[in-house]
């Protein structure tokens, strides 16, 4: 089955640098690549996502790109911020329609002030 | 618009027994997902239950299992409750199946196993 590794698991930046979080996944058939933030004791919200005919995406200081060859795709956060202090999951869907995401193991990042 | 509601918050039951949880997705949406969210694993994939019926199940035993009803509000079940069965589980709903309709997560039940 489809399966997504996630690094780093950990990630410490000083407020104003970029962070970098990257993922592979196993099935060249996946098609969609959520990113979800979870803030210490609250619920993941979705926070960006791209699908497999985009190369790219932004959104402020936040962007994805999907490598379809590599079967990769990264978060990057620009100008972090101390609020920007969470865990940061991926996701791709699985393949053959069968309708669901699986996630990586999630990167805590801390942006210190 | 009120967001996913889950219900308890917080669970505790012993080896064997059986937990219930509850959840009510966010009106005018048909999907809702359960995860499992146990430490330094990330979200498992549970099941997905839309417009009544079961779509997918992710790679658990037969204990886990659920049902959506005529609202579509579900109900996840755990029979014969493992000590590793402790965790965060989190539901989450969206407008249909497609899996690229955002998906909008509940406060979660956390489930302590004794």
């Known amino acids: 089955g489809e399966n997504v590794e996630q690094h780093p698991s950990t990630l410490s930046v000083q407020e104003g640098d970029s962070a970098v979080i990257k993922c592979t996944y196993s099935?060249?058939?996946?098609?969609?690549f959520p990113w979800y933030k979870q803030e210490l004791g609250k619920r993941p919200q979705l926070i960006i996502d791209i699908r497999s005919n985009v190369g790219e995406k932004k959104d402020q200081r936040i962007a994805v790109t999907l490598n379809k060859t590599a079967k990769h795709f990264s978060l990057h956060i620009t100008e972090t911020q101390p609020e920007d202090s969470a865990v940061y999951f991926c996701a791709a869907s699985s393949p053959g329609g069968s309708e669901k995401l699986v996630f990586g193991k999630g990167t805590k990042l801390t942006v210190n002030p | 618009e009120a967001g996913v509601t889950q219900s308890p918050t917080h669970l505790i039951k012993t080896r064997g027994q059986q937990a219930t949880l509850r959840c009510s997705p966010i009106s005018g949406h048909t999907s809702v997902y359960w995860y499992q969210q146990a430490l330094g694993l990330g979200l498992q994939f549970l099941l997905w239950y839309d417009e009544g019926e079961e779509r997918n199940r992710g790679n658990f035993p037969p204990r886990f299992s659920g049902r959506q009803f005529p609202n579509y509000s579900s109900e996840l079940n755990v029979n014969a409750l493992e000590l590793e069965d402790s965790a965060l589980y989190l539901c989450?709903?969206?407008?249909?199946?497609?899996?690229?309709?955002?998906?909008?997560f509940g406060p979660g039940t956390r489930l302590t196993v004794l």
């Open positions: 099935d060249s058939a996946s098609n969609y």
């Open positions: 989450a709903s969206s407008r249909s199946g497609r899996l690229y309709n955002e998906q909008f």
